[in-house]
């Protein structure tokens, strides 16, 4: 598989393989329903909406949308309609959630819960973003942007992981990583030194795999050629990296912020770390970046 550089080229990708089926979890809203609807007619994904069947119905009407196009299931309550979604997922009759009109609360506890949900015992729960920043030559794959606050090493060498497979299905076989800190200076009075110079050690005894990996390292010298040639820095990831670790989730939101609002960037997100993937989009995400983290979900189902 050639490596994917824009999110546009997910669809190809996804059109080439059988259809992975979404479920969307209380899917009443507009914007839920626009989204996945984009994604049908793409030839991407089967859709499956659980919630009001009557809501559905309405909303498709009004959009001009062929309600035909998806599988209905009615469950009109909200908690319910989340559980009933997650239990879809682990019968086997869908590949991944998505996020509707639901709140984020019922949808994380239906996704939690420890006898029906769609964790298995130890595991860790993270978020995963994908940005297309005209300003970079590549795609960069972050995290966590959304749900660790502040995560401890073995929370960062999950994370790791997941940037690093999700890297791998966008045809990346060895990325790049930088584990970022505000220094490439190892100073032991920053934690997020520390756990970098501990990840990169790691990386090069073998025990973290498929990613070449260099700590702590600052944004610019992550992603910025000129930055690293003008400090002089000897690294197989500055300049070039695929996958950035923020030190905390405070440093990795305000990134992904900049990048949307300030420099126009497009994105693709999702919830890792559960037995399938989940999309958890917010209803100020545009239809583009839904779209987006869809395919991206599909992709790596």
Same mark, same amino acid.
């Given at each position: 598989?050639e490596? !994917? ?22 899917? +009443?809203?507009?914007?839920? !329903?626009?989204?996945?609807? *984009? ?8 859709? @499956? /909406?659980?919630?009001?069947? +009557? ?9 001009n ?10 469950? #009109?309550? *909200? ?8 239990s ?12 509707g ?14 006898? +029906?949900?769609?964790?298995d #015992?130890?595991? !860790?729960l ?12 590549? /795609? ?8 660790? =606050? ?8 999950? @994370? ?9 299905? /966008?045809?990346?076989?060895? #990325?790049?990583?930088? !584990?970022?800190?505000?220094? *490439? ?5 920053? =934690?997020?030194c ?15 795999? +498929?990613?070449? @990996? ?14 690293? *040639? ?16 923020? =030190?905390?989730i ?26 399938? #993937? ?10 583009e970046?839904?779209?987006?983290? @869809? ?7």
């Open positions: 598989m490596a !994917i550089t824009k999110l546009d080229q997910m669809f190809d990708h996804l059109k080439a393989n059988e259809n992975k089926r979404l479920v969307a979890a209380y899917a +009443n809203d507009s914007h839920t !329903i626009e989204a996945v609807n *984009e994604a049908v007619e793409k030839n991407i994904i089967e859709g @499956i /909406l659980v919630g009001d069947e +009557n809501i559905i119905k309405s909303v498709c009407q009004e959009e949308i062929d309600v035909n196009r998806f599988k209905i299931v009615h469950e #009109p309550d *909200e908690a319910a309609s989340a559980a009933k979604s997650v879809m997922i682990n019968a086997g009759d869908a590949d991944f959630l998505m996020k009109l639901v709140g984020t609360d019922k949808y994380m506890r239906a996704i939690l819960n420890k006898e +029906n949900g769609l964790m #015992p130890g595991a !860790i993270s978020h995963v973003t994908v940005i297309e920043n005209a300003c970079y030559h590549k /795609l960069m794959i972050v995290g966590d942007v959304a749900v660790l =606050p502040k995560p401890d090493l073995k929370q960062k060498i999950a @994370i790791v992981n997941f940037l690093v497979a999700t890297a791998r299905k /966008l045809g990346i076989d060895c #990325p790049k990583t930088a !584990i970022i800190s505000a220094t *490439e200076k190892v100073n032991v009075k920053m =934690p997020a520390v756990d970098a110079a501990l990840i990169s050690q790691m990386a090069k005894r073998g025990q973290i795999k +498929n990613t070449i @990996i260099d700590g702590p390292l600052a944004v610019d010298l992550a992603i910025d050629m000129e930055s690293v *040639e003008i400090k002089g820095i000897k690294s197989d990831v500055a300049g070039d990296a695929d996958c950035l670790l923020f =030190p905390d405070q440093s990795g939101n305000v990134f992904y912020k900049t990048n949307t609002k300030l420099a126009d960037a497009k994105l693709g997100a999702m919830v890792v770390g559960a037995r399938k #993937p989940a999309v958890l989009s917010s209803r100020g995400d545009s239809a970046t839904k779209l987006y983290s @869809i395919a991206l979900a599909a992709l790596t189902a």
